[in-house]
């Protein structure tokens, strides 16, 4: 059963890809001899397939035949067709998601309740912008993760800057500039991102741009992360590459929760740390989100504190975030409430 939605956020999040002022998606429902697993695809345009392609694709597969959708191309449909799998899977198995995951990818049969996350806040203008943060600190948000790439760079340095000012030295700073900047203007801020001490540097270049990344790494001024390269690169390409000391993982993007955990294996395996964030998706997806980023070893703080954009929701949320840090469910699947409310 396919469940059409639609929600209106807050206010736009502002980002250097334009604002986004609205996520419209669907609820996927399964069931499995009897035991019925719930997923979401909320398709996001510039980072996966658009609305009415994902549309046809999970009518195509609840209606025939047809094998569940290529990730790469249709990774918000193979979400929700991947999550709901994986939902009545787990329930079968008498355990939540998170477990699930961490027995199926990871073998290990134990992991964390809380999961650290970080506060997100838009490319604002300064005022606005340190008071989300002191409020984010107060809180209890130990990491704040701002936008860049709207304004010219010089006033984006001086938010960092005024940011840095208001919270103090013990608060993570990440930067996010969404591919917003060219090589030339992205190593002239590496100094000041430095002086200011940011935790990473956040796509700062296109994505496509994987070699300006591994350029921007070998300076060695901040770590660097990746979020956007990863629907040009693989994650084995990208480590290739060099181009990434962190990747930033959507499951939305990246085609589903075990498709996350596999690139987040990867990227351990090989030195880097990840992080889950969301699509700005509805209560379903981010409840799946948080199950991923639970069952991954060594996740740096999340950015799944996204529930709060959206002015409505599809289901009550089932998520608590306290001083800053996420606590799942008790729950077998990804929420025994969904079967009942959606
Ligand atoms: O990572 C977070 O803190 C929240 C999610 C978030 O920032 C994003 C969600 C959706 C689209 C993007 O503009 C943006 C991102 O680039 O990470
Ligand atoms: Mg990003």
Redesign the pocket.
């Known amino acids: 059963m396919i469940t059409p939605f639609s929600l209106r956020l807050k206010q736009p999040?502002s980002?250097a890809?334009g604002d986004?002022t609205e996520r419209r998606g669907f609820i996927f429902r399964i069931d499995r001899n009897g035991t019925v697993g719930v997923g979401e695809a909320t398709p996001?345009p510039g980072?996966t397939e658009r609305y009415d392609e994902c549309e046809t694709a999970l009518t195509t597969y609840a209606n025939t035949d047809a094998t569940a959708p290529d990730p790469t191309t249709h990774p918000a449909c193979a979400h929700a067709i991947e999550s709901a799998e994986l939902d009545a899977a787990a329930r079968q198995n008498g355990c939540s998601l998170a477990a699930y995951l961490r027995k199926t990818v990871f073998g290990r049969s134990s992991g964390r309740d809380a999961i650290p996350l970080?506060a997100?806040i838009g490319a604002e203008t300064t005022e606005k912008t340190v008071n989300q943060a002191i409020a984010a600190v107060e809180n209890g948000f130990r990491c704040l993760?701002l936008?860049m790439g709207v304004s010219n760079p010089e006033d984006d340095l001086d938010r960092a800057r005024a940011v840095r000012d208001a919270v103090g030295e013990t608060i993570a700073i990440r930067v996010?500039v969404?591919g917003g900047w060219d090589r030339e203007t992205a190593t002239d801020c590496l100094p000041t991102l430095a002086a200011i001490g940011i935790e990473y540097l956040?796509?700062p270049l296109p994505a496509g741009d994987i070699e300006g990344h591994t350029m921007l790494r070998e300076r060695g001024a901040v770590p660097i992360a990746v979020?956007?390269s990863l629907q040009r690169a693989s994650v084995t390409e990208l480590i290739a590459a060099d181009a990434a000391d962190i990747l930033?993982l959507?499951p939305m993007v990246l085609g589903g929760p075990k498709q996350t955990a596999r690139a987040a294996q990867t990227a351990q395996e090989h030195g880097l740390d990840v992080?889950v964030?969301?699509?700005?998706d509805a209560a379903v997806a981010r409840t799946t989100a948080a199950h991923v980023a639970a069952a991954i070893p060594r996740c740096r703080p999340?950015?799944?504190?996204?529930g709060s954009f959206l002015a409505e929701d599809v289901v009550t949320d089932p998520l608590t975030i306290t001083d800053g840090a996420l606590c799942l469910p008790d729950t077998t699947g990804i929420f025994d409430g969904f079967i009942q409310s959606i």
């Open positions: 999040l980002t890809h986004i996001l980072w970080n997100t993760k936008k996010d969404n956040e796509q979020d956007e930033v959507k992080v964030t969301t699509t700005i999340c950015g799944l504190a996204t």
